[in-house]
């Protein structure tokens, strides 16, 4: 095990047991300076370590797992109205500040770091995802009609997500009919935080397309690849002698006039410039089929086959998504209230990132075998984590602590599955299958 993780492990448990940290966990506002002052049946640790313990159970469930299989107590000394009274005064920004500290220290030591031509790839893609269906959270986070009719409650959660080194470096939680590319930004914003000085390209389906969004990108140094959708810049397109071109994307006058309506000041701006500059490629997807990215990567640095490799890296994020809903749980929510899902979704982020941490000392494991190659089993990881990573923040000792998580990722790499070379994600389509399949069988 790289010592790194082990380091991350310590940062994380200082954080955890910190007095300051006390305070982060308040809500900062007049009516909650006087939460967590003190420690009573339940001290502001407990409630941090059991939210990332969560486990999709019912609260009684949930307490009593971790008081009993986690602490080793042997009853349970508080009820449930208590805890989830705390967990309601609970800031939800404690478990995003987690985060950055942890991935900051990865980010810090690039020798670690996996790029292509010296860049990071990182994918941005919103995802909707299931919350309680609620009248408090049909009007915070929006709803949307199912088969029935019904409004049934949903939020929008928007990542960026590095496909090479499978961290979620931000992610930004909205209503359901949010502006994905607002989103988009602020998730760029906060995961400069965590990168730092390192150099990142961004990686975008069809819905990001947009004039001002190139703008923004352009004006903010970001090297951005993006899939464009049937009917963008169909002139531009059409003009193109060959499957890789530099184009002028025209300011028409509809262009303007549509930035001019959302962004006045970008208008001012550029109403009087014939366009911007970007490159078109032709490349084929899937099964043959004619897509057009576009991008400001330049030819002499990224060829066709580069832009091809980097746009097909963003199935990546998707793949997360349905890690996080399917094996981590994070529909299964600790209670109602929106507080609880933000202190949700935020918490499993910090638990999917330390388990992607352990898989990529041994994301590849050689078998002699006939020369086939094997990984380690993501949700058996992930039910072996949740089995074991709180007991070991909650020893005292440091060394033994340590030496607990080696003891954690030699067992998972005991539960490998076979790397399939050249397998192709499918794309997103609706099948009629249970809820509860076979193969989808949670590992916790």
């Given amino acids: 095990m790289k010592n790194d993780i082990k380091c991350r492990?310590?940062?994380?448990?200082?954080?955890?047991?910190?007095?300051?940290?006390?305070?982060?966990?308040?809500?900062?506002?007049?009516?909650?300076?006087s939460i967590f002052t003190r420690n009573r049946k339940i001290p502001f640790y407990d409630i941090l370590l059991m939210t990332l313990n969560k486990q999709g159970k019912n609260i009684s469930f949930e307490i009593r797992d971790y008081?009993?299989?986690?602490?080793?107590?042997?009853?349970?000394?508080?009820?449930?109205?208590?805890?989830?009274?705390?967990?309601?005064?609970?800031?939800?920004?404690?478990?995003?500040?987690?985060?950055?500290?942890?991935l900051k220290d990865f980010y810090e030591k690039p020798k670690y770091i996996k790029k292509k031509k010296g860049y990071i790839l990182c994918a941005i893609d919103g995802s909707k995802i299931e919350i309680p269906n609620t009248p408090k959270n049909r009007e915070v986070f929006g709803s949307e009609g199912n088969q029935y009719k019904r409004n049934t409650a949903r939020a929008l959660i928007s990542g960026i997500y590095d496909v090479e080194n499978?961290?979620?470096?931000?992610?930004?939680?909205?209503?359901?009919?949010?502006?994905?590319?607002?989103?988009?930004?602020?998730?760029?914003v906060e995961g400069n935080k965590i990168i730092g000085k390192n150099k990142e390209i961004l990686i975008f389906d069809r819905n990001y397309p947009s004039m001002e969004f190139f703008n923004w990108l352009e004006e903010n140094e970001k090297k951005f690849v993006?899939?464009?959708?049937?009917?963008?810049?169909?002139?531009?397109?059409?003009?193109?002698?060959?499957?890789?071109?530099?184009?002028?994307?025209e300011y028409t006058y509809a262009r303007l006039n549509k930035i001019k309506k959302s962004n006045n000041s970008l208008y001012e701006k550029i109403k009087d410039k014939k366009g911007i500059i970007l490159r078109i490629t032709k490349i084929e997807i899937g099964n043959k089929k004619e897509e057009c990215l576009i991008s400001n990567l330049s030819k002499e640095e990224f060829s066709e086959e580069d832009l091809k490799e980097i746009?097909?890296?963003?199935?990546?994020?998707?793949?997360?998504?349905?890690?996080?809903?399917?094996?981590?749980?994070?529909?299964?929510?600790?209670?109602?209230?929106?507080?609880?899902?933000?202190?949700?979704?935020?918490?499993?982020?910090?638990?999917?990132n330390q388990i992607q941490d352990m898989l990529n000392t041994g994301r590849k494991i050689k078998k002699s075998l006939k020369g086939k190659e094997y990984k380690i089993n993501e949700g058996k990881a992930i039910g072996l984590f949740k089995e074991k990573y709180i007991k070991i923040m909650?020893?005292?000792?440091?060394?033994?602590?340590?030496?607990?998580?080696?003891?954690?990722?030699?067992?998972?790499?005991?539960?490998?599955?076979?790397?399939?070379?050249?397998?192709?994600?499918?794309?997103?389509?609706?099948?009629?299958?249970?809820?509860?399949?076979?193969?989808?069988?949670?590992?916790?």
């Fill in 9 to 33: 492990l310590k940062k994380l448990r200082n954080f955890i047991y910190n007095e300051k940290t006390r305070e982060k966990c308040r809500l900062q506002d007049e009516k909650h300076k």
């Fill in 67 to 102: 008081e009993l299989n986690k602490k080793g107590e042997k009853q349970v000394n508080y009820t449930d109205e208590a805890y989830l009274k705390q967990r309601r005064n609970l800031n939800p920004d404690v478990f995003k500040e987690m985060n950055t500290l942890y």
């Fill in 166 to 188: 499978h961290f979620f470096l931000n992610v930004q939680i909205n209503r359901t009919d949010s502006n994905e590319i607002s989103l988009a930004k602020e998730n760029i």
């Fill in 226 to 249: 993006m899939r464009l959708s049937s009917n963008d810049y169909i002139k531009e397109r059409e003009s193109m002698k060959n499957n890789d071109e530099e184009k002028n994307i």
């Fill in 311 to 352: 746009y097909e890296k963003r199935w990546k994020i998707e793949n997360s998504y349905n890690s996080i809903k399917n094996k981590l749980k994070i529909e299964s929510f600790s209670g109602n209230l929106p507080q609880f899902i933000y202190q949700d979704i935020y918490a499993q982020i910090v638990v999917y």
């Fill in 394 to 444: 909650l020893i005292n000792d440091v060394k033994q602590a340590i030496k607990e998580l080696e003891k954690l990722e030699k067992e998972m790499e005991k539960y490998t599955s076979r790397i399939r070379k050249g397998r192709k994600s499918n794309s997103r389509e609706w099948k009629p299958s249970n809820k509860y399949r076979t193969n989808y069988k949670t590992s916790f």
